[in-house]
Antibody
């Protein structure tokens, strides 16, 4: 059974750096064709794809946020970490991580973690 | 970026109705289109990949079709549990993008 769970701060101040951790079980991120992605959902309910890391360490980022994002994986800990710098109130959202097999959609999602950016 | 458009934003239908939700891409995405169902307070749930491939465990009343720039999600007989917001997502090219969602309400 595959599960994913996001963790991190619920409140950050503007200009601070956000670090989110996705801890998963039931699969290995060293298995061919497997990837983990981060997606966020704003209070208005729009979904925005942020970043993806593949089993072979290839990384992909949203161009609009690329200069602020870093995605890494720790296969031994079954974790994927997303770092977002220079946080702004518009980054207030629920952040999800999700599992994916190549050529398919995001088939399993974490429960999400809500991050508020406010001074 | 590829823009995904889902008209209308809200759809109201009765139990037993056939419901069709449309998703249009601003450019050709082949068949790399996924559909998700989201209920309040929950994460999105994948229903369909590759435009028409139903995920395991998803009721057979859900179906997807289309290719290129026009796609549809059909619920053949709407059930009360189908009240939710439905999103399409293209994964043909980065950055992946989502439609704005169609909220399905039960009359």
């Amino acid at each position: 059974q595959i599960t994913l769970k996001e963790s991190g701060p619920t409140l950050v101040k503007p200009t601070q750096t956000l670090t989110l951790t996705c801890t998963f079980s039931g699969f290995s991120l060293s298995t061919s064709e497997v990837a983990v992605s981060w997606i966020r959902q704003t209070p208005g309910k729009a979904l925005e794809w942020l970043a993806l890391i593949h089993w072979d360490d290839r990384e992909r980022y949203s161009p609009s946020l690329q200069n602020r994002l870093t995605i890494t994986k720790d296969t031994s800990k079954n974790q994927v970490v997303l770092i977002m710098t220079n946080m702004d109130p518009v980054d207030t959202a629920t952040y999800y991580c999700a599992h994916r097999i190549s050529y398919y959609g995001l088939d399993l999602w974490g429960q999400g973690t809500t991050v508020t950016v406010s001074s | 970026d590829i823009q995904m458009t889902q008209p209308p934003s809200t759809l109201s239908a009765s139990v037993g109705d056939r419901v069709t939700i449309t998703c249009r891409a601003s450019q050709n995405i082949n068949r790399y289109l996924a559909w998700y169902q989201q209920k309040p307070g929950k994460a999105p749930k994948l229903l369909i990949s590759k435009a028409s491939s139903l995920e395991s465990g998803v009721p057979s009343r859900f179906g997807g079709s289309g290719s290129g720039t026009e796609f549809t999600l059909t619920i053949t007989s709407l059930q009360p549990d189908d009240s939710a917001t439905y999103y399409c997502q293209q994964y043909n090219s980065y950055p992946w993008t989502f439609g704005q969602g169609t909220k399905v309400e039960i009359k």
